[in-house]
């Protein structure tokens, strides 16, 4: 276990209300991320699953602040700006440039926590969850963006129990 479960940070799921709920899910999805790097150095961070993969606990901070920084940024708040790592010459830049780089990730970290703070504060400031944003031609509500957001932690979180396991043995909740 990576925690005891009295000092396990995450919720004991007593949301109230379709908000909290889902900022309550989301933020302890995005904990479990932080819990499954806990106490790794640069080196561990960016090693890769198995070859020929890309996949590595720093690919995976990099490409969810690159989906936070997307989906909250770019649709949501429909702000023109640049992507964080992903270019038209090298899609996968978020993994191909996770380096065992102790600069690289705190970059990566610090690029997470900003685009989390982000997120928070927009889902805490719209006026209800059915606001939308802009994806493409297609207008999404800030509730499928939170939904969709967590099934995108989901996923990688499950992928870092596997790569965590890899790199020290530990397993957690």
């Given at each position: 276990?990576?925690?005891?479960?009295?000092?396990?940070p995450?919720?004991?799921?007593?949301?109230?209300?379709?908000?909290?709920a889902?900022?309550?899910?989301?933020?302890?999805?995005?904990?479990?991320?932080?819990?499954?790097?806990?106490?790794?150095?640069?080196?561990?961070?960016?090693?890769r699953?198995?070859?020929?993969s890309?996949?590595?606990?720093?690919?995976?901070?990099?490409?969810?602040?690159?989906?936070?920084?997307?989906?909250?940024?770019?649709?949501?708040?429909?702000?023109?700006?640049?992507?964080?790592?992903?270019?038209?010459?090298?899609p996968?830049?978020?993994?191909?440039?996770?380096?065992?780089?102790?600069?690289?990730?705190?970059?990566?970290?610090?690029?997470?926590?900003?685009?989390?703070?982000?997120?928070?504060?927009?889902?805490?400031?719209?006026?209800?969850?059915?606001?939308?944003?802009?994806?493409?031609?297609?207008?999404?509500?800030?509730?499928?963006?939170?939904?969709?957001?967590m099934?995108?932690?989901?996923?990688?979180?499950?992928?870092?129990?596997?790569?965590?396991?890899?790199?020290?043995?530990?397993?957690?909740?």
């Amino acid at each position: 276990m990576f925690v005891h479960p009295d000092e396990d940070p995450r919720t004991d799921d007593t949301f109230v209300g379709e908000r909290a709920a889902l900022a309550g899910y989301l933020r302890d999805m995005r904990l479990t991320l932080e819990m499954k790097c806990a106490g790794l150095d640069a080196e561990q961070m960016a090693r890769r699953s198995v070859e020929p993969s890309n996949l590595s606990l720093l690919g995976l901070v990099r490409h969810l602040a690159e989906m936070e920084h997307t989906w909250f940024r770019r649709v949501m708040a429909g702000e023109d700006v640049p992507r964080l790592y992903r270019t038209e010459e090298d899609p996968n830049a978020d993994f191909n440039g996770a380096v065992p780089d102790p600069e690289t990730v705190a970059e990566a970290w610090e690029n997470w926590r900003t685009q989390v703070a982000f997120a928070e504060r927009f889902v805490e400031k719209a006026p209800d969850l059915g606001v939308t944003g802009t994806n493409g031609d297609e207008r999404i509500e800030l509730r499928v963006v939170m939904v969709h957001v967590m099934a995108e932690y989901a996923r990688h979180n499950g992928h870092a129990d596997f790569l965590r396991e890899r790199i020290d043995g530990r397993v957690g909740q």
